[in-house]
């Protein structure tokens, strides 16, 4: 279904996504998953396919909308009018999470955040801000403006499992500038932050799997891990 809010004055929408075996009453699992810039929610679950693994392992789901006519995510620094216009994204998300668990059974321990390019900027945002909300967090093919993460003091040890492709050009895995002159972190260097945040070990626990590198850093600082 396609759900509406007004938040900070503006009207804001999601997509929700319950599962077929969702019972009212358990406490259940909430992801949040933001699209990329110029996207929506219908084409992030189109892409993400979390319907369908919602319905695997019974989650609920939701794909917020961002604001503006090329739809973006206030991430700080990124991306084009939300951050331009200062959007109060990471109120809109607290806003967000209230709605959803007075509408449903939302277990207010495991709510988590993925976001994809755009929205991945935003979900480290949300990292840094948010928290005392979110459990843990999922970006997916973007780093940090490297002001944002200079600024970024997240009140916990932050679970995150970054996923990032090498031969990414549109969000190189070296980093880069962005059309306003904002430099990108590089992935060793946004990987690296949170580690040293979360007091993980120095070296992570390589899994190599076909053309997939898989490292974990654990265990860290209060029971989190960093992958």
Same mark, same amino acid.
């Given at each position: ?9 503006? *009207? ?13 009453? %358990? ?18 679950? %189109? ?23 090329? !739809? ?8 084009? *009018? ?22 449903? !059974? ?40 490297? *002001?944002? &993460?200079?600024?970024? &003091?997240? !009140? %916990? ?17 070296? =980093? ?12 060793? *260097? ?5 580690? =040293? ?11 190599? !799997?076909?053309?997939? &590198? ?7 600082? &209060? ?5």
């Amino acid at each position: 279904t396609t759900r509406s809010l007004v938040h900070d004055g503006i *009207e804001r929408t999601y997509l929700l996504h319950i599962p077929p075996g969702y019972d009212a009453t %358990r406490p259940t699992p909430l992801v949040l998953a933001f699209h990329g810039f110029e996207l929506d929610g219908g084409e992030m679950a %189109r892409i993400s396919g979390l319907n369908e693994q919602a319905d695997l392992s019974g989650f609920i789901v939701a794909y917020p909308n961002g604001t503006g006519a090329k !739809s973006s995510w206030n991430g700080g620094h990124c991306c084009g *009018e939300a951050a331009k216009n200062n959007v109060d994204d990471v109120g809109f998300v607290r806003t967000l999470i209230d709605e959803l668990s007075a509408l449903t !059974s939302v277990d207010p321990a495991r709510v988590y955040a993925t976001g994809f390019s755009n929205g991945a900027i935003f979900v480290y945002r949300l990292a840094c801000e948010a928290s005392d909300r979110i459990a843990a967090f999922a970006p997916v093919s973007a780093t940090p403006v490297r *002001e944002d &993460q200079q600024v970024c &003091q997240p !009140s %916990r040890s932050v679970p995150l499992i970054y996923f990032h492709g090498t031969a990414d050009r549109l969000n190189p895995y070296q =980093g880069g500038t962005t059309g306003a002159g904002f430099e990108y972190v590089t992935v060793p *260097e946004a990987i690296q932050f949170w580690t =040293g945040g979360n007091a993980c070990p120095a070296s992570p626990q390589s899994v190599p !799997s076909g053309n997939i &590198q898989h490292d974990v850093y654990a265990p860290c600082a &209060q029971g989190a891990a960093v992958e």
